[in-house]
T-cell receptor, first 114, second 112 residues
Framework: DAKTTQPNSMESNEEEPVHLPCNHS???????IHWYRQLPSQGPEYVIH???SNVNNRMASLAIAEDRKSSTLILHRATLRDAAVYYC???????????????FGQGTRLTINP | DTEVTQTPKHLVMGMTNKKSLKCEQH?????MYWYKQKAKKPPELMFV???????INESVPSRFSPECPNSSLLNLHLHALQPEDSALYLC???????????FGSGTQLSVL
């Protein structure tokens, strides 16, 4: 299984940008980079994913290094509700029928200070 | 409807009991998953179903038996569990390759 490395924890202040790094030096050409987050007492929630180009959505931005060995999840203006464990995951395509293997790494616990 | 519904939310069972966890989605997704999560650890993949067929079994002990009776429903049958099997069991579904997973809130299982 492809592996990712993330800091165990990070802290930021409310209304400031947050940059969450992820290293994935063994990534293969077909692996997608996915980010999920898990709020307390909830199941994981999809945040964003990408392959080669930077991606933006209403929740966050994903910046992918040119060599794809690392990526950064950017929360543009953190709120208290963004406090969660953030997982960077390399998704390996299983088959064309839609099954995929998402193997979670250890994740980064993000604390937001008021 | 963008929800994955898991029942029950909490379950306490003895080591000789037989119980089942249920997961339901009505998003038309054709892939469904079971994950196990111990406290303060990341979710671990257990099983993947694709078009109601078992596609992945991550070497899960036979005391866990998955079943996908139709495209909307996923069950996990439990029998003769051990106390170390106590964990949060998460169900998820996805539409297709490259699509995001939708997770339920999980069933918190305690084995006594």
């Amino acid at each position: 299984d492809a592996k990712t490395t993330q800091p165990n924890s990070m802290e930021s202040n409310e209304e400031e940008p947050v940059h969450l790094p992820c290293n994935h030096s063994t990534i293969s050409g077909t692996d997608y980079i996915h980010w999920y987050r898990q709020l307390p007492s909830q199941g994981p929630e999809y945040v964003i994913h990408g392959l080669t180009s930077n991606v933006n959505n209403r929740m966050a931005s994903l910046a992918i290094a040119e060599d794809r060995k690392s990526s950064t999840l950017i929360l543009h203006r953190a709120t208290l509700r963004d406090a969660a464990v953030y997982y960077c995951i390399l998704r390996e395509a299983l088959n064309l029928q839609g099954a995929q293997k998402l193997v979670f790494g250890q994740g980064t616990r993000l604390t937001i200070n008021p | 409807d963008t929800e994955v519904t898991q029942t029950p939310k909490h379950l306490v069972m003895g080591m000789t009991n037989k119980k089942s966890l249920k997961c339901e989605q009505h998003m038309g997704h054709r892939a469904m998953y079971w994950y196990k999560q111990k406290a303060k650890k990341p979710p671990e993949l257990m099983f993947v179903y694709s078009y109601e067929k078992l596609s992945i079994n991550e070497s899960v002990p036979s005391r866990f038996s998955p079943e996908c009776p139709n495209s909307s429903l996923l069950n996990l049958h439990l029998h003769a569990l051990q106390p170390e099997d106590s964990a949060l069991y998460l169900c998820a579904s996805s539409q297709s390759v490259n699509e995001k997973l939708f997770f339920g809130s999980g069933t918190q299982l305690s084995v006594l």
